[in-house]
C-alpha cells in the first residue's frame, strides 16, 4: 500500500542508548520530514529533507541526527537518548517542496526513555 | 516565527450537535492544512485550504488568508468524530518546507 510507513511503533531505552527510527514512503515524494509531538504542545519540527543527500534543521534538533541516501528513506537517529526524548515521534512526506500538495503522515513511534 | 492559535481547546458535544473550531496566525500563509487525529493517535488529512471555502460529506472548511484564519466546521456530529483537530500552516517566506501546527482542539462526542 503507497503510503508512509514508520518502523518501530513502540519503543523503550534507557537513557544515553542508541537507536534509529526508520521512515519509507513509495510514492516517489521530494520532500520528507520528522516531527515530535508532546501533550499540550502539538507537533514540533524535528529536521527535514527537500530531496536525496539534502536535510535541514527544524525547530527541535537537538539530540537528533538525520541523512536521507535516497529518495525513499529517511531515518532519524538518537545518538544518546534522553528521557526528555521520550515523545511521539511522525514522519511525514510531500510530493513537492515548490508546489503546495500538502503531507501525509506516517502512523507514529511511540518512544520512552527510561 | 509565526503563531498559530486554536480555539477552543476543548469541546465537549452531544451527538448530533454542530460545531465551529477556529485557527488563527499571526503572519501571511501559502497554504493551509486541517488535521484529524484520532484516538489511536493516526493523523488523517481532512482539508488542504489556502483559501476559500471546501466541502467533504458532513465537514467543510473556510480560509479567509487576509485576515489571517480559518474555520473548520462539522456538522451533526458522530462519536467517530472525537479526537483532536490540528491546523497547519505553510508560513508564506519558507515556502513548503515548514509545515507549522498549532496546539489543536481537543473534540469529545458524547454519544
Known amino acids: 500500500n503507497a503510503g508512509v510507513t514508520q518502523t518501530p511503533k513502540f519503543q523503550v531505552l534507557k537513557t544515553g542508548q542508541s537507536m534509529t527510527l526508520q521512515c519509507a514512503q513509495d510514492?516517489?515524494?521530494?520532500?520528507m520530514s520528522w516531527y515530535r509531538q508532546d501533550p499540550g504542545m502539538g507537533l514540533r519540527l524535528i529536521h527535514y529533507s527537500v530531496g536525496a543527500g539534502i536535510t535541514d534543521q527544524g525547530e527541535v534538533p537537538n539530540g537528533y541526527n538525520v541523512s536521507r541516501s535516497t529518495t525513499e528513506d529517511f531515518p532519524l537517529r538518537l545518538l544518546s537518548a534522553a528521557p526528555s526524548q521520550t515523545s511521539v515521534y511522525f514522519c511525514a512526506s510531500s510530493y513537492s517542496v515548490s508546489i503546495n500538495y500538502g503531507y501525509t503522515f506516517g502512523s507514529g513511534t511511540r518512544l520512552t526513555v527510561v | 516565527g509565526i503563531q498559530v492559535e486554536q480555539s477552543p481547546p476543548d469541546l465537549i458535544l452531544q451527538e448530533g450537535a454542530n460545531s465551529t473550531l477556529r485557527c488563527n496566525f499571526s503572519d501571511s500563509v501559502n497554504n493551509l492544512q486541517w488535521f484529524h487525529q484520532n484516538p489511536w493517535g493516526q493523523l488523517i488529512n481532512l482539508f488542504y485550504i489556502p483559501s476559500g471555502t471546501k466541502q467533504n460529506g458532513r465537514l467543510s472548511a473556510t480560509t479567509v488568508a487576509t485576515e489571517r484564519y480559518s474555520l473548520l466546521y462539522i456538522s451533526s456530529s458522530q462519536t467517530t468524530d472525537s479526537g483532536v483537530y490540528f491546523c497547519a500552516v505553510f508560513p508564506a517566506n519558507f515556502g513548503n518546507e515548514k509545515l507549522t501546527f498549532g496546539t489543536g482542539t481537543r473534540l469529545t462526542i458524547i454519544p
Open positions: 510514492m516517489n515524494h521530494e520532500y
